[in-house]
């Protein structure tokens, strides 16, 4: 019997990508969702910047998810932020304004 398929018994989240931990949804699949909703929301206000551009400057900016879904709903709301530097925007959007300049 091979040892690779039973993962010495471990419990895999959905995507089988990371042992669940908890019952409800895996805390670091949305982790990593979030991550690349804020990275395709900044792709499509901004096609110039590089995709892996983005990504780190999320990653600096916004190390949570509620934090990372904060980037990707106001981008969406006003894809011009990044280029405005609004004054309003949430703290993370702050962060990862000044992450992109940096
Ligand atoms: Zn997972």
């Given at each position: 019997m091979s040892g690779l398929t039973r993962e010495l018994g471990t419990l895999r989240c959905k995507a089988g990508l990371h042992p669940q931990v908890v019952a409800s949804g895996c805390a670091l699949c949305n982790w990593e969702r979030a991550l690349q909703l804020a990275v395709d929301a900044i792709a499509v206000a901004h096609p110039g910047i590089d995709a892996q551009v983005a990504c780190a400057a999320v990653i600096r900016s916004a190390s949570t998810t509620p934090n990372r879904g904060v980037i990707a709903r106001y981008l969406a709301a006003h894809p011009l932020a990044l280029v405005s530097g609004?004054?309003?925007?949430?703290?993370?959007?702050?962060?990862?304004?000044?992450e992109l300049r940096a």
């Amino acid at each position: 019997m091979s040892g690779l398929t039973r993962e010495l018994g471990t419990l895999r989240c959905k995507a089988g990508l990371h042992p669940q931990v908890v019952a409800s949804g895996c805390a670091l699949c949305n982790w990593e969702r979030a991550l690349q909703l804020a990275v395709d929301a900044i792709a499509v206000a901004h096609p110039g910047i590089d995709a892996q551009v983005a990504c780190a400057a999320v990653i600096r900016s916004a190390s949570t998810t509620p934090n990372r879904g904060v980037i990707a709903r106001y981008l969406a709301a006003h894809p011009l932020a990044l280029v405005s530097g609004e004054s309003g925007a949430p703290g993370p959007v702050r962060r990862l304004i000044g992450e992109l300049r940096a």
